[in-house]
């Protein structure tokens, strides 16, 4: 019975992480939204290439996420204005995920401007810069 109680009130406090996290994420303004879910697809493309020796093809599911690492953010691959994360893997081993901001075209100023993450993986998967 008492194991019971545990495991109920561990549920209760995941659970309240949960609807926290959800109302933090769901009014965060799009450009901070957008850092935030660059960054965590960041670390789960640091950790697919430390487990697989390369980047990942594409964005997708097949990251890790809790079963890799716990991480609050396991998708959708989308800035905060709706639009998809460009994803691309430079030959040199570069990766670059990329928002064109709220009008949704290359260049621009203020909310418009784009927001670029760029990070090289090794063949060994482990990060050796940042830009």
């Known amino acids: 019975m008492k194991k019971a109680l545990v ?6 406090a995941l659970y309240a992480i949960a609807i926290f996290v959800s109302c933090v994420v769901g009014s965060m303004p799009p450009v ?10 960041e670390r789960r493309i640091r950790e697919y290439a430390r487990i ?3 980047p990942p093809h594409e964005l997708s599911d097949d990251l890790p996420g809790a ?3 716990f ?24 990766v ?17 401007e784009d927001i670029v ?8 998967g482990d990060s050796s810069g940042k830009k």
């Open 32 to 41: 901070p939204l957008t850092e935030y879910r660059m960054s965590s697809i």
């Open 7 to 12: 495991i109920l009130l561990a549920l209760v």
């Open 67 to 69: 079963e890799g690492g």
């Open 96 to 112: 670059s995920l990329s928002s064109f901001g709220k009008d949704g075209k290359p260049g621009g100023t203020g909310l418009d």
């Open 52 to 54: 697989h020796h390369r």
């Open 71 to 94: 991480y609050l953010f396991h998708g959708p691959f989308d800035d905060g204005w709706g639009r998809d994360i460009v994803y691309t893997v430079k030959q040199d081993g570069m």
């Open 117 to 124: 993450v760029e990070f090289e993986i090794t063949c060994e």
